[in-house]
């Protein structure tokens, strides 16, 4: 027996119906998986079908429900995941229950076909939090024969906007299921410039986000239900959101990330990370930066299949890789010779526009890892406890020195800002050692960095002299 779980309206063809195949009875629980067919195939299929549900598949019986709960209760796994790292184990321990939740939450879905739509940071964090659940969800969908309908969608900015959920819903429109399509939220979106794009989303889809940025004051989306973010548990960004991802997985799938939660923990500067993952943390910010350099003319998103497709090969990973690093230290050798530089009392100052370092045959690397990978330089250079900024276009980009980042919380100044400058400032946020302030307009760069550097000036002692 099947029973129509989901359909896919066709535009310009037949839509596509994906069928509950199971073994016995509706009530024995036993599922043999979820298949997809087109309209054209329909009368070939040899099972029976519930045509009330072929019509209207938001009205499917209670016992096929209790059913899907059934299957979805017996795919969750009790034995939580281990790192190997006690202090990051202690706080998976914390969030198990939670990440549980949240496994079942995506488990369901895939058992009826509905449409998943993941939403992904364009870093090595969050692109390894995506890729580690499209390895898992593809071992459980072959483990179990399901047809699953996921979309991927990779996300430049840090929130989640009007835009986006308008997008998201026109995508969900194209489908008709027994439950909610559901959405996954993946190292981005937690400050307020995300409640309104929430809102539009918030009971039109069932939402699963996973993040470690710190909770601001009036965001919106943390008491959703699959809102799980390492600071409600005691930890901090440190356990980052790729981690925080590949970890859930484990509540469903056996399939081994560790190589991408290492690529995620060195990606996001994370005081937990070692050697593991550190090429792998390279390729993936490359690969998601430079995206026409590297599948061509017009190309603005990137799919865990596409990454799969470069990891798979590994002349053209090693090829990549190299030229990634070239690229890379070409730009911090340019940063180099153009920071402005600030001694400050027991720190450093460092300020550049990334204008002088930007490459014009490449977009890689991308102004916040190149921050990022310039203050590690200067800390090997000897000049550390520094905050370094960086103008780019209508942002200023901040990174702290990790021992300065204990004294200097670089969310109040941000606060501050935004505070001070209401009209010229925009938005912003990001972690206590690393984030950025979006102007209302780029030519404002210039006089909100002065605004900037006074406030760290302020904060940090007097200054002593410049070196130009």
Known sequence: MGVVSCIKHGVSRDSAYFIMRLGGSVGTEEMDGTFGFEAGDFVDYGGHLDARLVENPAQAPGDI???????????????????????????????????????????????????????????????????????SAKEFGSAHSLKTNFVWLMQKGVSYSVFDSENDILIANNYSCIEKPLLVLIDFGTNTDSNLGLKGVRDRFDIVWLDHHPLVPGFAGADLGNYINTWQFGGDSNYTAG???????????GVDTSEFEGASLIGDYSSYATSAGYDMSSLLDFITSDLQAIYGPGKSNVTPQEIESIISDRDRSRELLEYANIKLEEAIDRGINSIKRYSLKNSNLAVLDFEEVRSEDSKYPLPGRFAS???????DMGMTRTILVVSVGAYLLMRIDRELCKELDLLKIMNEMKSRYPDDISGGGGHRCAGSIKLRYKELSKDMTGSLVNLIKSELGPNINAVP
């Open 373 to 379: 990978k310039l203050l590690d330089k200067l800390d």
């Open 243 to 253: 981690l925080l991802t590949a970890v859930m997985c484990k509540a469903f799938s």
């Open 65 to 135: 429900r209790s059913m899907i709960d059934g299957f979805t209760k017996l795919a969750i796994k009790n034995s939580e995941y281990r790192t190997g790292n006690p202090s990051l184990d202690a706080l998976t321990h914390r969030m198990w229950q939670r990440l549980g939740q949240a496994a079942s939450m995506i488990v369901r879905k895939m058992l009826v076909s509905a449409p998943i739509i993941v939403r992904f940071h364009n870093d090595a964090d969050g692109s390894s939090g995506a890729y580690s659940l499209y390895l």
